[in-house]
């Protein structure tokens, strides 16, 4: 059985810094896209950040040249940092992995079980 685990999250003031992780473990064949959303209270959940297996990053606008996805495909993990926070970017943040188990199978949509970001003004 595949299982997400997440880490890194907390409270930060305004332009501050946080950096989260998120690790797959299981019977794994490969790991396609990795990524993050986040959901706010009475939002939506939303993507923030994209990254294919070949390392070829997507952000959304609000957070480009503040956050950086970076993934570790030899521990399955993906990261998260994120710079100059601002308080719109308080969320549940949760990583989501495209995995295959079976070589010859689909891949399928995993969820990490979300961390708290909190930024404050």
């Known amino acids: 059985q595949v299982q997400l685990v997440e880490s890194g999250g907390g409270l930060v003031q305004t332009g501050g810094s946080l950096r989260l992780s998120c690790a797959a473990s299981g019977s794994i064949s490969r790991v396609n896209t990795m990524g993050w959303y986040r959901q706010a209270p009475g939002k939506q959940r939303d993507v923030v950040a994209t990254?294919?297996?070949?390392?070829?990053?997507n952000y959304v606008d609000s957070v480009k040249g503040r956050f950086t996805i970076s993934r570790d495909n030899a521990k399955n993990t993906v990261y998260l940092q994120m710079n100059s926070l601002k308080p719109d970017d308080t969320a549940v943040y949760y990583c989501?992995?495209?995995?295959?188990?079976?070589?010859?199978?689909?891949?399928?949509?995993?969820w990490g079980q979300g961390t708290q970001v909190t930024v404050s003004s």
């Open positions: 989501n992995m495209k995995i295959v188990i079976i070589p010859w199978d689909f891949p399928r949509d995993y």
């Open positions: 990254i294919l297996s070949g390392g070829s990053p």
